[in-house]
């Protein structure tokens, strides 16, 4: 993470540098991302740039951090509105994100640009950050789960990811095909149906 040195620049020059960095990690994979590009575009020495973080992986650690943090706003206020109910706030996430439009568009942007820089990254630990951490306390306050089959907190936290991961998919693909969105909307409508409810149908006990 960040040292106290960044955290004591002024407003304008940390902006400035994260900026910078935010455009290159967009522009490039991970593995071809370069920290002088960085200090370049920032207009910092680059010795400045260690005094700042140990190196680009810790710098990237940093940004993901951010983007979990602006979700994780996005979501609690999608959660309040829609009374706890995770499969409804998905919906309104999808119908949020794929509108192109509104308040979390530039986030948006960044998060499917790196996405589509790095095919296979972990889209899950991006999300969520380290998958052995519990729900954090923001979200698990904020779920109705009266109605949760199990309610120990391994339970919600897997229904968590596995509503965030369809609505996310869906995201990306309404983003590539926007004439489509309404399509892949009901997709994943169905698929939170189908979490909801389950795949089987009941099957009676055998006496």
Same mark, same amino acid.
């Given at each position: 993470?960040?040292? =106290?040195?960044?955290?004591?620049?002024?407003?304008?020059?940390?902006?400035?540098?994260? *900026?910078?960095?935010?455009? @290159?990690?967009?522009?490039?994979?991970?593995?071809?991302?370069?920290?002088?590009?960085?200090? +370049?575009?920032? #207009?910092?020495?680059?010795?400045?740039? &260690?005094? &700042?973080?140990?190196?680009? =992986?810790?710098?990237?650690? &940093?940004?993901?951090?951010?983007? %979990? #943090?602006?979700?994780?706003? /996005?979501?609690?206020?999608?959660?309040?509105?829609?009374?706890?109910?995770?499969?409804?706030?998905?919906?309104?996430?999808?119908?949020?994100?794929?509108?192109?439009?509104?308040?979390? $568009?530039?986030? !948006?942007? %960044?998060?499917?640009? /790196?996405?589509?820089?790095?095919?296979?990254?972990?889209?899950?630990?991006?999300?969520?950050?380290?998958? #052995?951490?519990?729900?954090?306390?923001?979200?698990? =306050?904020?779920?109705?789960?009266? +109605?949760?089959?199990?309610?120990?907190?391994?339970?919600?936290?897997?229904?968590?990811?596995?509503?965030?991961?369809?609505?996310? $998919?869906?995201?990306?693909?309404?983003?590539? @095909?926007? *004439?489509?969105?309404?399509? &892949? !909307?009901?997709?994943? *409508? @169905?698929?939170?149906?189908?979490?909801? +409810?389950?795949?089987?149908?009941?099957?009676? *006990? +055998?006496?």
């Amino acid at each position: 993470m960040c040292t =106290e040195t960044f955290l004591r620049l002024p407003e304008e020059k940390r902006s400035r540098f994260l *900026e910078a960095a935010w455009e @290159e990690f967009t522009r490039v994979k991970f593995a071809d991302a370069s920290i002088n590009q960085i200090v +370049r575009s920032a #207009g910092i020495p680059r010795g400045s740039f &260690y005094q &700042y973080f140990a190196d680009k =992986e810790d710098l990237f650690a &940093y940004l993901l951090q951010d983007v %979990r #943090g602006q979700f994780g706003e /996005i979501f609690n206020r999608l959660l309040d509105q829609a009374k706890g109910d995770i499969f409804q706030m998905q919906l309104m996430a999808y119908d949020c994100a794929a509108s192109r439009s509104g308040e979390p $568009a530039a986030l !948006r942007d %960044r998060f499917v640009r /790196i996405l589509q820089a790095n095919p296979g990254m972990d889209l899950k630990r991006m999300l969520m950050g380290d998958p #052995g951490q519990p729900l954090p306390r923001r979200f698990s =306050e904020r779920i109705d789960i009266s +109605r949760f089959r199990k309610q120990d907190p391994r339970f919600v936290r897997q229904v968590f990811f596995m509503t965030c991961m369809a609505m996310a $998919a869906a995201v990306m693909d309404a983003l590539v @095909e926007p *004439e489509r969105s309404g399509e &892949y !909307r009901q997709d994943l *409508e @169905e698929q939170l149906e189908i979490m909801k +409810r389950g795949s089987l149908r009941a099957v009676p *006990e +055998r006496p």
